[in-house]
């Protein structure tokens, strides 16, 4: 019904910046909210942000100064651009998209993409 296709990552130092994009294809008139989830070795998927189509965003409180999340709802498309990364931003990132509002206090609904490493390193 719909498929996610992602692009960006790749290794990085602490301090830089990564910009990450998905784009959705297939029946995309179902899709409400985008969004981006992670997991870091060892522990369990978390939220990361979200946009819906009227352009509300969402963000975990330990990424909201240093990350943006972007869309173009007639595209069906969404960007996460990563500024200020740690270490500890080091996971495999997880492009989401639904017919529901996407955040860490609701199950993740609809569709994934199949996962984009991030490495933050010296």
């Known amino acids: 019904q719909v498929q996610l296709v992602e692009s960006g990552g790749g290794l990085v130092p602490p301090g830089g910046s990564l910009r990450l994009s998905c784009a959705a294809s297939?029946?995309?008139?179902?899709?409400?909210?985008m969004g981006w989830f992670r997991q870091a070795p060892g522990k369990q998927r978390e939220f990361v942000a979200s946009i819906t189509k009227y352009g509300l965003t969402t963000y975990n409180d330990s990424v909201k100064d240093r990350f943006t999340v972007s869309g173009d709802s007639a595209k069906s498309t969404v960007d996460l651009q990563m500024n200020s990364l740690k270490p500890d931003d080091t996971a495999v990132y997880y492009c989401?998209?639904?017919?529901?509002?996407?955040?860490?206090?609701?199950?993740?609904?609809?569709?994934w993409g199949q996962g984009i490493q991030v490495t933050v390193s010296s």
């Open positions: 297939g029946n995309t008139f179902t899709i409400f909210a």
């Open positions: 989401n998209a639904g017919p529901y509002p996407i955040s860490d206090r609701t199950d993740p609904k609809g569709y």
